[in-house]
Nanobody, 125 residues
Framework: QVLLVESGGGLVQAGGSLRLSCAASGRTFSGYTMAWFRQAPGKEREFVAG????????RYADSVTGRFTISRDYEKNTVILQMNSLNPEDTAVYYC??????????????????WGQGTQVTVSS
């Protein structure tokens, strides 16, 4: 079983940056597609960014393209989400997720096998 633990959330002013980290443990991590989702109050959980398990391809939601960058460190078993130029619409709980699909970067949360507990990101105007 894969255990995911997020960290790095907090309060930041609009235009600022945050770096989220997801530490994975358990079974082989390198073969999993990893992703970040977010959920704002009263809204559905939405895909933010993902990175494939085999070749490091990335995929981003339109709303974060050019501002967020996802990366992974196989040695440390971590996935990083660097968030720049944050705005109040980015306020949400951010979740790390793992999908045993090696090739596809899915954007539907129901297709992911493992989830972290989430970390709060609040962007003030």
């Amino acid at each position: 079983q894969v255990l995911l633990v997020e960290s790095g959330g907090g309060l930041v002013q609009a235009g600022g940056s945050l770096r989220l980290s997801c530490a994975a443990s358990g079974r082989t991590f390198s073969g999993y597609t990893m992703a970040w989702f977010r959920q704002a109050p009263g809204k559905e959980r939405e895909f933010v960014a993902g990175i494939s398990g085999n070749d490091g391809r990335t995929r981003y939601a339109d709303s974060v393209t050019g501002r967020f960058t996802i990366s992974r460190d196989y040695e440390k078993n971590t996935v990083i989400l660097q968030m720049n130029s944050l705005n109040p619409e980015d306020t949400a709980v951010y979740y790390c997720a793992a999908d045993s699909s090696v090739f596809y970067i899915q954007d539907a949360p129901t297709l992911y096998d493992y989830w972290g507990q989430g970390t709060q990101v609040t962007v003030s105007s």
